[in-house]
């Protein structure tokens, strides 16, 4: 990052300005930079770069908020990008609390002895993909479909259980079976096409 700081502070006032060439100069002097500073809180290049998108929309709708005086341009660029880092890690570290864990025998198939080697390999391709498409639900989701299916709680136990509104935990259930069903219908379309 050579960019004397006189050319930084003079593209953030332009960008106040809504000056979308100024913008895109901004994003490409400082943004490799700027995601090696999330990455380095994050540790998820996914993640960094979902931080440097949040701190480039920040940069857009603030930029008339910089103030020379106080930070020079990148240490204020800095800043934005630190603080959603830390906002997004904080978020994950809620959700993975609000998170229960799930016994794993609970969604194991159960052996049958007299099943043949072909059903025994549906059975685990099946598995497999209900395990992916279980993976693609929201966190949320997840825990309250397992819940009602693997568990056999209703409603209002899974609500209590996860602590959540009854309709919150409704919809969670309907919108995740309804993924599911998506899911698995793309998985039997694709079985059925080979």
Not at 7 to 15: E, P, V, W
Request: glycine letters at 6%; proline letters at 4%.
């Amino acid at each position: 990052m050579d960019e004397p700081t006189d050319d930084l502070a003079q593209l953030l006032s332009r960008i106040a300005l809504r000056d979308r060439a100024a913008f895109a100069r901004l994003y490409r002097l400082t943004s490799a930079h700027l995601l090696g500073v999330a990455w380095r809180i994050t540790l998820r290049r996914e993640q960094a770069e979902e931080v440097l998108q949040e701190a480039f929309v920040s940069v857009w709708q603030h930029a008339g908020g910089y103030q020379r005086a106080i930070a020079s341009p990148m240490t204020w660029l800095i800043n934005i990008v630190r603080n959603r880092a830390i906002d997004g890690l904080r978020a994950h570290r809620e959700e993975m609390a609000r998170t229960h864990a799930l016994d794993d025998d609970t969604m194991d198939l159960p052996a049958d002895p007299a099943a043949e080697p072909p059903q025994l390999l549906a059975a685990s391709i099946a598995k497999l993909g209900l395990d992916r498409c279980m993976a693609s639900l929201s966190a949320p989701q997840r825990q309250a479909v397992a819940l009602a299916y693997y568990r056999g709680l209703a409603h209002g136990e899974i609500a209590e259980t996860l602590a959540a509104p009854l309709g919150t935990v409704k919809a969670w259930v309907r919108r995740g079976l309804d993924k599911l069903k998506a899911c698995l219908g793309d998985d039997t379309a694709a079985e059925g096409a080979r």
